[in-house]
């Protein structure tokens, strides 16, 4: 996607790695500053588009032999740069200084002790803020023509400059909600040293990614498989302001999501002024996962149904020229490593690709969006904060959701389940404090009693998880009086089970989704 709107108010962030450097390049994006992550050693053609570098965190020590090294020749010096931890380090051990193991970790809070009077970096911020540390080496030189700038009572070099050049480096990570003056100094360096413009707004990209959308698809017909979910909900509408019934769009139903939700939300879709239509191919899909038990052979299976159902109605529409897809930034993150492409854990919720003979062009509107930049543009567009605020649901549906094989009934009862779940979470005022909730169908019966009865029933689990865009997550800790109510209506309604757990494991070790 082309931002020319935002030239001259762009930075570069290059990643070293660190569990981190997503976090820096949102809070860059929440102080309205346009912001493309790239690992070090893949830097974009063009550097002239862009004003300002940070250089991330890292696993890595810059003392051992795997130290990464980036090339900077066309950026330190001829552009403000802010170096965090590893890049702080990297700075000063290739530069002449020195960077040697700590005595201790310094891993948590930490309090500035010192900070060096009328240095813009650190305009507003007082001594005695905190800031927080994560790493095992500490900078005891610093570099040719550094300057001491902050101070804590470990670390007697957490900050510095280069004189003669626009180049900062900090010992601690900004970007961490601990370091409770992070924004601010983040906000120092974009707007006091790098003079950046806050223009990357939701409105700006609605206006700008609209024009381009007609210019880039002119009169040609656009095919777009929606999901029900926000990511594909707000590429339709931004397509549908930019190109009207030019935008053809497929709701399929594969059987698999949660109770009424095909019919409700076709019609919501409908009632949005979309061209939509809705395609009920739940026996096709069932019948292909009929007797499929392992987790990945059951994504591909839906994968490949779903391919040749959405190619039966592409067929349909003539002269179609492109898919749209609802891809957001983070999947493109993803895609990329700074050692090369990540191990895959499991197959992506959403389709992969389609097959070569269809040779549609790609479109993709959403691409160097976050999940929350998503929600804030859904709202620029008038889309319901009911539907923008819908909890991320699998691609593959309730069949990751029921471990080992998929039956109609199976489906139908955890369809029970997680409608009891989900409607309760909404009538205790508790939907929207959650990230993401549901049921999970186990593969194994309990011992129950009923009334006088012994029973030997079905075992279901209920998650729900706080994060910002799933690379993490937390359990949420649901009142006792509301689990136990669920758990009593999940009983006493939905025939087969006898038993109800709650999972309380966080992202990582564990996934959200339990396949």
């Known amino acids: 996607m082309n931002n020319n709107t935002f030239q001259g108010s762009r930075l570069l962030l290059l990643d070293f790695g660190s569990q981190y450097t997503q976090l820096i390049a949102r809070r860059v994006r929440e102080l309205n500053v346009y912001c493309e992550m790239h690992p070090y050693n893949h830097l974009p053609e063009n550097l002239n588009d862009f004003s300002a570098v940070i250089l991330s965190g890292s696993p890595y020590s810059v003392r051992s032999a795997e130290a990464l090294h980036p090339d900077l020749s066309a950026l330190k010096g001829k552009m403000p740069l802010l170096a965090v931890c590893y890049g702080a380090q990297y700075l000063a051990h290739f530069g002449g200084g020195e960077v040697a193991p700590s005595n201790i970790r310094e891993y948590g809070r930490a309090h500035l002790t010192y900070i060096k009077p009328e240095e813009p970096l650190f305009e507003g911020i ?181 391919i040749e159902v959405f190619d039966d109605e592409a067929h349909k529409i003539t002269d179609a020229q492109w898919l749209a897809q609802g891809t957001i930034y983070p999947d493109v993150i993803e895609s990329l490593s700074v050692k090369g492409p990540s191990a895959t854990i499991k197959s992506h919720h959403n389709v992969g690709g389609l097959p070569d003979y269809m040779k549609l062009k790609i479109v993709e509107p959403l691409r160097m969006l976050f999940k929350d930049e998503v929600r804030r543009v859904g709202r620029s567009l008038g889309i319901s904060d009911e539907l923008l605020g819908r909890h991320p649901f699998p691609g593959p549906g309730l069949a990751i959701r029921i471990l080992g094989n998929i039956t109609a009934e199976k489906v139908a009862a955890l369809q029970e389940v997680d409608a009891i779940f989900i409607n309760a979470l909404k009538e205790h005022n508790l939907y929207d404090k959650v990230w993401q909730a549901g049921a999970i169908l186990l593969p194994i019966n309990s011992v129950g009693v009923m009334g006088d009865e012994r029973t030997y029933e079905k075992v279901v689990a209920l998650r729900a998880v706080e994060s910002v865009d799933g690379m993490t997550a937390d359990w949420v800790d649901l009142p006792y009086k509301f689990l136990q109510k669920v758990s009593n209506d999940i009983i006493n309604k939905v025939k087969g089970v006898n038993r109800v757990v709650y999972d309380i494991s966080s992202k990582p070790p564990a996934t959200i989704e339990w396949e």
């Open 126 to 306: 007082a001594e005695g803020s905190i800031v927080w540390m994560s790493h095992s080496d500490t900078i005891k030189q610093l570099p040719t023509s550094a300057v001491c700038l902050a101070s804590t009572p470990d670390v007697t070099n957490a900050a510095y400059r280069i004189e003669g050049e626009e180049t900062y480096a900090i010992q601690f990570h900004p970007e961490v909600t601990h370091s409770v003056d992070g924004m601010k100094l983040l906000a120092n360096f974009l707007f006091k040293i790098a003079k950046l413009t806050p223009n990357w707004t939701s409105n700006n990209f609605v206006e700008m990614t609209v024009t381009q959308l007609k210019t880039q698809i002119g009169n040609e017909k656009v095919i777009l498989g929606l999901s029900g979910g926000v990511d594909s909900t707000v590429a339709a509408v931004l397509l549908n302001k930019a190109i009207g019934k030019q935008l053809h769009c497929i709701f399929v139903n594969n059987g698999l999501l949660r109770k009424n939700e095909f019919e409700s939300v076709l019609k919501q879709y409908e009632g949005m002024g979309l061209n939509v239509k809705g395609v009920d191919a739940s026996t096709r899909f069932l019948s292909a996962l009929a007797g499929k038990t392992d987790p990945e052979e059951k994504r591909k299976t839906i994968g490949r149904v779903f």
